[in-house]
């Protein structure tokens, strides 16, 4: 793995990028999962140095993931911590099997309409649940500015998002705004895009600290509140930093309870990181593709050394890909970068970064989440068809109130109905024929004929004209399968001779023996 010269200026650039989108998503994350917050530190160093480098995926980018969260919760909670590191290395083990066994193949099967969809949804859900930090909302200061309550806390999904502006604080929302021209001009600005030297999304963190310091100076009713700063995890001593790792609690490998969790992980972490590695692929610019298998070894190595250290399970993840990709990364350098800047962050300058506000970030990923659910993308697939839409806004809706993993299932399923109903309008060409002696029916075969299209030939048999002429052509099929093989021989032997149509098969290979049948008509003739 080599560094080159014409990558390591972008792929440094775009680490530092991602790192500053992961700083406080490994934070936050690992507090959401009642785990210690260095934990998501770990996570967040070992998916970029470690499963970076051993994934073959030029733009993927690992680290704790929103999706476990729930799952991290109640296995902490049943299993105390030191047995739940011990579950992590198991679902590392079990992911590193499956990539042994090349099972990250499935990834190919998921339709571009779904992919499409979750990321869209993605785009939303990043929006909506960033707004917050935008406005700079405030749990704990709620009543002191309004004395009413606009909404219920379970108000839904945009509900949330009218209470919070309710408890908004001006300078947040000053900051944000600002990264976000910031972000915007340089995306925009052609003398400015050239620069790929200084990203906009750097500029906007840099602002936005200078910003709150002026604040600090001149205007301190527009100040943001240290828990609207990025909170990093301090240690005055080596022996207080290494004080920070935890150790798995091993006689726990006997335990079933701690087995299942593993298997669990293994399984959701495993499909997260299959579908984030297809959609990374899709925004590629340069449409490279990456090995599942490799990517599923990478990552069971990841998260048996992350359990083994006090780390919180990962997969890959979109939102850091997502980042990654706006910044220009290059190579898989970039993922390795961001894993080395969060490593030196902890150790050289957490005061320091503990000064840039969250509405920078949250500007930063606003913007990704803008990118990710454009109207265009709407556009393009609606110009692909209903069959490619409909899967694609009901992932849409459904990854965007649910979650990830059930929205996707949803949506393949959608997707899996109009697949199969495109299999049987395929399956092959009807066309009608006068000639002056009667009426000929001909049935050209498609190239692959499955079971899938037994229910429609079936249909159209039955459909047919009592006393007329069949010709089914299977010149060009290379494959048909043996359920509609075993159709056809029953409608020669038996519905055929009662409805009195006279069939004639043409270019059938000898291997499908219709010609038995065909025999067996012509003596009971």
């Given at each position: 793995?080599?560094?080159?010269?014409?990558?390591?200026?972008?792929?440094?650039?775009?680490?530092?990028?991602?790192?500053?989108?992961?700083?406080?998503?490994?934070?936050?994350?690992?507090?959401?999962?009642?785990?210690?917050?260095?934990?998501?530190?770990?996570?967040?160093?070992?998916?970029?140095?470690?499963?970076?480098?051993?994934?073959?995926?030029?733009?993927?980018?690992?680290?704790?993931?929103?999706?476990?969260?729930?799952?991290?919760?109640?296995?902490?909670?049943?299993?105390?911590?030191?047995?739940?590191?011990?579950?992590?290395?198991?679902?590392?083990?079990?992911?590193?099997?499956?990539?042994?066994?090349?099972?990250?193949?499935?990834?190919?099967?998921?339709?571009?309409?779904?992919?499409?969809?979750?990321?869209?949804?993605?785009?939303?859900?990043?929006?909506?649940?960033?707004?917050?930090?935008?406005?700079?909302?405030?749990?704990?200061?709620?009543?002191?500015?309004?004395?009413?309550?606009?909404?219920?806390?379970?108000?839904?999904?945009?509900?949330?998002?009218?209470?919070?502006?309710?408890?908004?604080?001006?300078?947040?929302?000053?900051?944000?705004?600002?990264?976000?021209?910031?972000?915007?001009?340089?995306?925009?600005?052609?003398?400015?895009?050239?620069?790929?030297?200084?990203?906009?999304?750097?500029?906007?963190?840099?602002?936005?600290?200078?910003?709150?310091?002026?604040?600090?100076?001149?205007?301190?009713?527009?100040?943001?509140?240290?828990?609207?700063?990025?909170?990093?995890?301090?240690?005055?001593?080596?022996?207080?930093?290494?004080?920070?790792?935890?150790?798995?609690?091993?006689?726990?490998?006997?335990?079933?309870?701690?087995?299942?969790?593993?298997?669990?992980?293994?399984?959701?972490?495993?499909?997260?990181?299959?579908?984030?590695?297809?959609?990374?692929?899709?925004?590629?610019?340069?449409?490279?593709?990456?090995?599942?298998?490799?990517?599923?070894?990478?990552?069971?190595?990841?998260?048996?050394?992350?359990?083994?250290?006090?780390?919180?399970?990962?997969?890959?993840?979109?939102?850091?890909?997502?980042?990654?990709?706006?910044?220009?990364?290059?190579?898989?350098?970039?993922?390795?970068?961001?894993?080395?800047?969060?490593?030196?962050?902890?150790?050289?300058?957490?005061?320091?970064?503990?000064?840039?506000?969250?509405?920078?970030?949250?500007?930063?990923?606003?913007?990704?989440?803008?990118?990710?659910?454009s109207p265009k993308v709407f556009k393009h697939i609606w110009d692909s068809g209903l069959q490619q839409f409909i899967p694609f806004i009901v992932t849409v809706v459904a990854v965007v109130f649910t979650d990830l993993l059930k929205g996707v299932g949803i949506g393949l399923v959608v997707s899996i109905f109009y697949i199969l109903k495109g299999n049987m309008k395929l399956a092959y060409h009807f066309r009608k024929e006068l000639y002056h002696e009667g009426e000929t029916i001909h049935i050209d075969l498609a190239q692959e004929v499955s079971f899938l299209n037994k229910a429609a030939i079936k249909q159209t048999l039955a459909d047919l004209p009592n006393n007329s002429k069949l010709v089914i052509d299977a010149g060009n099929t290379v494959y048909i399968d043996f359920d509609v093989l075993e159709l056809l021989r029953d409608f020669l032997q038996y519905?055929?001779?009662?409805?009195?149509?006279?069939?004639?098969?043409?270019?059938?290979?000898?291997?499908?023996?219709?010609?038995?049948?065909?025999?067996?008509?012509?003596?009971?003739?």
């Open positions: 793995m080599k560094l080159k010269n014409n990558s390591i200026g972008p792929d440094l650039l775009s680490g530092m990028v991602v790192f500053l989108v992961a700083l406080p998503l490994c934070l936050g994350i690992a507090v959401a999962s009642g785990a210690p917050p260095f934990a998501g530190i770990i996570s967040g160093v070992i998916g970029g140095i470690i499963v970076g480098s051993l994934s073959k995926s030029n733009v993927s980018v690992s680290g704790p993931a929103a999706g476990l969260i729930a799952i991290i919760l109640v296995a902490i909670t049943d299993l105390g911590y030191e047995s739940f590191l011990v579950a992590v290395m198991i679902a590392g083990l079990i992911q590193l099997c499956l990539g042994i066994a090349k099972a990250g193949g499935i990834s190919s099967y998921f339709p571009t309409g779904v992919i499409e969809g979750m990321l869209v949804a993605i785009g939303i859900i990043i929006i909506k649940k960033e707004i917050p930090h935008a406005i700079g909302y405030d749990l704990e200061h709620e009543g002191d500015f309004f004395s009413y309550q606009l909404l219920k806390e379970d108000s839904g999904f945009w509900g949330e998002l009218i209470h919070a502006f309710n408890f908004a604080n001006p300078g947040a929302i000053f900051i944000a705004i600002i990264s976000i021209a910031i972000i915007i001009t340089f995306n925009k600005v052609p003398a400015l895009k050239k620069i790929k030297a200084i990203p906009g999304a750097l500029v906007a963190v840099v602002a936005g600290v200078l910003l709150n310091e002026l604040f600090k100076i001149s205007l301190p009713d527009l100040v943001i509140a240290n828990e609207h700063l990025v909170v990093l995890p301090t240690a005055s001593s080596l022996s207080a930093f290494l004080g920070q790792f935890q150790t798995p609690s091993f006689a726990s490998f006997t335990n079933p309870q701690v087995w299942i969790v593993g298997i669990t992980i293994a399984i959701v972490a495993s499909i997260e990181t299959l579908l984030c590695l297809e959609a990374g692929d899709k925004m590629d610019p340069l449409k490279r593709y990456s090995s599942a298998n490799t990517e599923l070894r990478a990552q069971g190595i990841g998260n048996m050394l992350s359990g083994l250290i006090g780390g919180l399970p990962m997969t890959s993840v979109i939102v850091r890909t997502t980042a990654n990709i706006n910044a220009g990364a290059k190579t898989k350098w970039s993922a390795i970068f961001h894993g080395i800047f969060l490593l030196l962050a902890v150790i050289i300058i957490p005061g320091l970064l503990n000064k840039i506000p969250m509405a920078s970030l949250a500007a930063i990923l606003i913007m990704i989440g803008v990118r990710l659910a519905g055929a001779k009662e409805r009195n149509i006279q069939v004639k098969l043409i270019n059938f290979k000898k291997d499908y023996k219709m010609n038995d049948a065909q025999h067996v008509h012509s003596e009971k003739d």
